[in-house]
């Protein structure tokens, strides 16, 4: 009887064994709409250089790798911008990483539709399939933002991205 009790205390000690997880936050990421942008989906891009040195500080190992990356939070904002257009505009926002490799697909993380357009921050509903380990052992990522106007707008849209990644790691 008490065989049974401990066998899964056994297997729960053993999975997490020597593993590490970190959480990092990439704060101020600007997507830079550049106008005239037209109705349906516009795209901007944040090219982001993965230096897992300075994000895991004192855990970071000379050549080390991920062994799990996942999105925990996606926040996409306008109220620190003097020149925003603001929300009333983009009825949907979807957030995607893409990566120069050709072996590594491009992978929606995050997507919000419809938009509240009363609100300075908008918080993307993230996927819990989407699969970034590959991404964060690569050294450039495409962090992709989709945002769907509902009209043609001639002026510039510059939005900023507040996201927060889980990090696995031995």
Do not use: H, R
């Amino acid at each position: 009887m008490l065989w049974a009790l401990a066998l899964p205390l056994l297997f729960l000690s053993s999975c997490g064994k020597g593993s590490k997880t970190q959480v990092v936050n990439l704060n101020d990421l600007e997507f830079n709409f550049e106008g005239p942008l037209y109705e349906g989906p516009n795209t901007a891009q944040y090219a982001w250089k993965v230096d897992l040195k300075s994000l895991l500080k004192d855990q970071y190992t000379e050549g080390m790798k991920i062994k799990g990356a996942k999105l925990l939070v996606s926040e996409i904002s306008d109220e620190d911008c003097e020149e925003c257009y603001g929300f009333d505009e983009i009825k949907s926002l979807v957030l995607s990483f893409a990566s120069n490799n050709k072996d590594i697909s491009m992978q929606e993380l995050a997507l919000l539709n419809p938009i509240a357009a009363d609100k300075n921050i908008q918080s993307l509903n993230v996927s819990g399939e989407a699969e970034l380990t590959d991404f964060l052992n690569e050294s450039d990522v495409y962090i992709v933002l989709d945002a769907n106007v509902t009209e043609d707008i001639e002026d510039n849209i510059t939005l900023k991205a507040n996201i927060t990644l889980e990090l696995s790691f031995d």
